[in-house]
Structures are given as structure tokens and as C-alpha cells.
């Protein structure tokens, strides 16, 4: 039976840790094989803490999947956009792994952080390390709730995981879009909250749309919905969560999908200026300073695939040669 990775569709935690890593070691065999006891050791580390509700999973990047499972490569994996329209982008950093932890116990993800990188030793490097965090109730550092649209309870598992009719090699993965903006929040604050909720299209406290009659242009809440040209809905789960000190402030966004195509039509929406040149205008205020694309795949999937036949190795290696 596939099961998906436990933090794909968790509910929120307080704390999070996220790892962006770089493989080192041309041994796949090795690692496809520690990738597999990924789910377990979470498994163990979440009984040990389990009042800290501890979720986590392991993404691989879309450049680096042909190399790990040469066999098979989901039906629609594709890296990160290109995504550039006036003085707006989203620079592509492709990493090989996304590995995310989330607890209410910030020491629990420390240790369970320190554990992993223990089990996977010298395969692979910590090219960027977050440390994201839960912000008042559920709100950015904007001051809104965050992603006040997302799907609730069981209809997150049908929004963020691939389905038999999608890919039936890949039931329960997900795709993954991860974009790490950092907030000008000084000049955000100097807005005041009357401008921030005509720009944001909602109501700072409560997160309902404002009416039409209290709208003066273009607001993300209109840039952002989940509902494509043709009027169909986007599938779209977010995991976002703050980060940053007291010198620099931001958001880690990650968008789960079974449908990436959809979501990268959602994403130009949002970047690209439209007939009226009307784009995000968040996106005056929070910059993407970086951007990639995963799979997340199921954990029978990776248990089924930790031993890949030379034979079908060596036949893939051929046909691309």
C-alpha cells in the first residue's frame, strides 16, 4: 500500500527545520538505500518526542532524479519556472535533496536534524540550512494569515498527492515548488494597515475578503486565486512558514501539488503582468531570492526502488548515450 511521507499533508507546527542539500557521493545505490529508512527513522524520533507531533520528508530534486531512479521519473517533474517580468524573478537554485522537519519542540528538530545528517554521513552537504517558525495564529510576518484559501482536512490529501489516474507508478508523492522570499518589511510597515489590506485585497484581522466597493486596483487576493483561466480550481496545498532574526525577515513557501502544470499557471499569474500591466503587488514587497522543484515520493515507493537492477541501470545508461 502507498503511504505518503508524513509531513506532506501534516497539520502546522510551531517549528520547522528545512535542509537544501547537495549529493557528494556517485554511490546511488547507497543512497537510494538510506532513503528508504528516511520514513522509519522519523517514525522513531516521532514516538520518542511525540507530544512535539513530529512530521517531516525527503524531496528530490528535479535535476538529480534521472540520476538516483534512472528506471522511472514522474510523468510531470520538471524543474523550478523561469520566472522573470520586469523587476520580477525567481532565481532557479536546483538542489538534489529538500529535506524538512517540522515539531512544537524546537529541540526535537535540532536532534532529529543532527540524526539524519548522521545517517546519511558524507553522501551528501547542507548547502542551505532554515530555521522557520509558527507566527501568532498562523499569520506571516505581513501581518496576514497565511494562505487563508488552503484545503482543510482530508481534501489536502487529494490536492497535494498523486492519484492512480495522475501516475500510478507515483500514488501518494507530491510535487514540490519551494520559494524562499525575504520581506522588505520597513518599507511593508510604512504602508499602515489601511493601505496594507486595500494591496493584500482581505481584512488584516479576520482574513475575508474585502467587498468590491472597498477596492482600489489590483490586490494579491486576486492574483493569487486558486482558480485557473477556465475557471477550474488550482490544487494547490501551501506549507509556508515564517523565517528569519531581527536583520532579515521572510517566508518559506512550498507549493504540493498533483498537478505542477496548474501551479505554474498560477505562478505566472502572479509574476507576470497582465493586459492592464497589473501583477502581485505583494511581490513589490517580498523578493524570491531563491526557487526550486521537487518530488516528493511516496515511502513505498522509495523502500520498493532501494535496490535498482544493474540491468535496467546499464539499458537507461545505453538509450541515453
Not at 554521513?121 to 517558525?133: C, K, L, M, P
Not at 495564529?137 to 481534501?155: K, Q
Not at 500510478?168 to 489601511?194: I, N, T
Not at 523502500?303 to 535496467?312: L, Q, R, S
Request: with cysteine.
Amino acid at each position: 500500500m502507498d503511504k505518503a511521507q508524513s509531513g506532506v499533508y501534516a497539520e502546522p507546527n510551531l517549528h520547522g527545520l528545512t535542509l537544501f542539500c547537495h549529493v557528494m557521493s556517485d554511490d546511488v545505490e547507497s543512497l537510494r538505500r538510506k532513503l528508504a529508512r528516511f520514513p522509519a527513522i522519523l517514525r522513531d524520533l516521532d514516538a520518542r518526542f511525540s507530544e512535539g507531533m513530529l512530521t517531516g520528508f525527503v524531496g528530490i530534486g528535479a535535476d538529480y532524479w534521472d540520476i538516483l531512479y534512472p528506471h522511472k521519473r514522474p510523468l510531470h517533474l520538471q524543474a523550478f519556472p523561469e520566472l522573470s517580468d520586469g523587476d520580477r524573478e525567481a532565481p532557479r537554485h536546483p538542489y538534489d535533496l529538500v529535506i524538512q522537519i517540522r515539531c512544537d519542540r524546537f529541540d526535537a528538530n535540532y536532534l532529529a536534524g543532527r540524526t539524519l545528517m548522521e545517517w546519511f554521513g558524507y553522501d551528501i552537504e547542507v548547502a542551505e540550512q532554515i530555521r522557520s517558525f509558527r507566527y501568532l495564529d498562523g499569520r506571516d510576518l505581513t501581518g496576514f494569515i497565511d494562505a487563508p484559501d488552503n484545503p482543510r482536512g482530508m481534501r489536502k490529501r487529494k490536492v497535494a498527492l498523486v492519484d492512480v489516474q495522475d501516475d500510478a507508478d507515483f500514488v501518494d508523492g507530491s510535487y514540490l515548488f519551494v520559494q524562499k522570499f525575504r520581506h522588505d518589511l520597513r518599507r511593508w510597515d510604512y504602508l499602515g494597515p489601511e493601505t496594507q489590506e486595500q494591496l493584500m485585497g482581505r481584512e488584516k484581522v479576520s482574513g475575508e475578503r474585502l467587498s468590491e466597493a472597498k477596492i482600489e486596483g489590483v490586490t494579491h487576493a486576486a492574483k493569487s486565486r486558486l482558480i485557473d483561466s477556465s475557471e477550474q480550481p488550482i490544487p494547490l496545498l501551501r506549507q509556508n512558514m515564517p523565517w528569519g532574526d531581527l536583520r532579515e525577515q521572510g517566508l518559506l513557501a512550498m507549493y504540493f501539488s498533483h498537478s505542477p502544470k496548474r501551479v505554474v499557471q498560477w505562478l505566472k499569474n502572479r509574476y507576470y503582468a497582465d493586459e492592464q500591466g497589473a501583477y502581485d503587488p505583494l511581490l513589490d514587497y517580498s523578493q524570491a531570492v531563491s526557487s526550486s522543484g521537487f518530488f516528493v515520493p511516496s515511502m513505498r515507493f522509495m523502500e520498493a526502488n532501494k535496490e535498482v537492477a544493474e540491468d535496467i541501470v546499464d539499458y537507461e545508461e545505453g538509450s541515453t548515450a
